[in-house]
């Protein structure tokens, strides 16, 4: 499975931006496809997923009401939509697939993606 993730980049706080990640390769073992994100020197942590069929969803607290994660069975894609952007949402985001259930466990995803950047100026 390759994953490729895009649209990062600058937005001022309280703006939006939508990440897009296209998935080819191998897409029948994909369960659930997620998005984690890494800020600088900390830890990557779990941001949102779907679950691939049935579109079930979770959610960080910290995002939870800001973002939305979606998915087009159609194009191979999943986006995340990001509102009410923060500068503590600053980061290199990541997709990420998984053959397992629905989690935010960094483990459970085999399969990721190159970040984009997604910087939020105050």
């Known amino acids: 499975v390759q994953l490729q993730a895009f649209g990062g980049g600058l937005v001022q706080a309280g703006g939006s931006l939508r990440l897009s990640c296209a998935a080819s390769?191998?897409?029948?073992?994909?369960?659930?496809l997620g998005w984690y994100r890494q800020a600088p020197g900390k830890e990557r942590e779990f941001v949102a997923a779907i679950s691939w069929s049935g579109g079930s969803t979770y959610y960080t607290d910290s995002v939870k009401g800001r973002f939305t994660i979606s998915r087009d069975n159609a194009k191979n894609t999943v986006y995340l939509q990001m509102n009410s952007l923060k500068p503590e949402d600053t980061a290199v985001y990541y997709c990420?697939?998984?053959?397992?259930?629905?989690?935010?466990?960094?483990?459970?995803?085999?399969?990721w993606g190159q970040g984009t950047l997604v910087t939020v100026s105050s």
């Open positions: 390769g191998s897409i029948f073992s994909i369960n659930v």
């Open positions: 990420a697939a998984s053959a397992g259930v629905l989690s935010a466990a960094t483990l459970e995803y085999a399969y």
